[in-house]
């Protein structure tokens, strides 16, 4: 069972990268010896997964990461900013701070 499993994932992604080459369905037919019909379902196969593959990253994954950002930019601005504050850092470092603090301000939403 394993061995067809892993033969099938082969022949999916040698369609794929054939297809990523610029091959019709019909020349990654005629090259793997396989029916038009097989390689079009393959091809479906591995689109459909690259969906599911896209909606779980977009639901799961994704608004953990731009929460993570947001938060890493909101402490890049406290500490530019208390950079910015403080009396006793020379004018190049404060200028630096309020370039990252723009920085900043124009990546967030």
């Known amino acids: 069972m394993a061995y067809k499993r892993d033969n099938l994932a082969w022949r999916r992604d040698k369609i794929l990268v054939l297809k990523t080459k610029g091959y019709t369905e019909m020349q990654i037919a005629d090259i793997m010896q396989l029916k038009r019909g097989v390689v079009h379902r393959d091809l479906e196969y591995t689109r459909?997964?690259?969906?599911?593959?896209?909606?779980?990253?977009?639901?799961?994954?994704?608004?953990?990461?731009?929460?993570?950002?947001?938060?890493g930019i909101d402490n890049v601005l406290q500490k530019a900013w208390s950079i910015i504050d403080?009396?006793?850092?020379?004018?190049?470092?404060?200028?630096?701070?309020?370039?990252?603090?723009?920085?900043?301000?124009?990546?967030?939403?």
């Open 48 to 71: 459909q997964e690259a969906k599911d593959i896209m909606r779980t990253y977009m639901n799961q994954l994704l608004p953990n990461e731009f929460m993570k950002c947001l938060r």
């Open 86 to 109: 403080d009396d006793n850092e020379d004018s190049r470092n404060k200028l630096s701070a309020l370039s990252l603090c723009n920085d900043c301000y124009n990546l967030q939403i």
